[in-house]
């Protein structure tokens, strides 16, 4: 399984972004995808999930009702739109596909996620 996470970049605080993550190897039924991101120096976060089989979504406190998670199941690829950003969110931005084996485990814990994304930059500026 290969994801690969793109749409990051420079932003100003209060603009908007839109991240992609395509998957190939696998097809995501009945699959939870997650995004995580890493601040500088920090350890990485949970950001928010969506589940395949009824589109149901989790958010981390900080960026809900900011951001929105979304899945097309046809073509493989979960979207993050980032709406309002602050410079506090950037981050690089990880996508992650669930470990089947492990579905006991919160989807807000990376030890939930088998398969990673090589993490697209975002940078929002005040």
């Known amino acids: 399984v290969q994801l690969q996470a793109s749409g990051g970049g420079l932003v100003q605080a209060g603009g908007s972004l839109r991240l992609s993550c395509a998957a190939s190897?696998?097809?995501?039924?009945?699959?939870?995808m997650g995004w995580f991101r890493q601040a500088l120096g920090k350890e990485r976060k949970f950001v928010a999930a969506i589940r395949s089989t009824n589109s149901s979504t989790d958010y981390a406190d900080s960026v809900k009702d900011r951001f929105t998670i979304s899945m097309d199941n046809a073509k493989n690829t979960v979207y993050l739109q980032m709406n309002s950003l602050k410079p506090e969110d950037t981050a690089v931005y990880y996508c992650?596909?669930?470990?089947?084996?492990?579905?006991?485990?919160?989807?807000?814990?990376?030890?939930?996620?088998?398969?990673w994304g090589q993490g697209t930059q975002v940078t929002v500026s005040s």
């Open positions: 992650a596909a669930e470990n089947l084996f492990v579905r006991m485990l919160p989807v807000t814990s990376m030890a939930r996620y088998a398969y």
């Open positions: 190897g696998r097809t995501f039924s009945s699959s939870v």
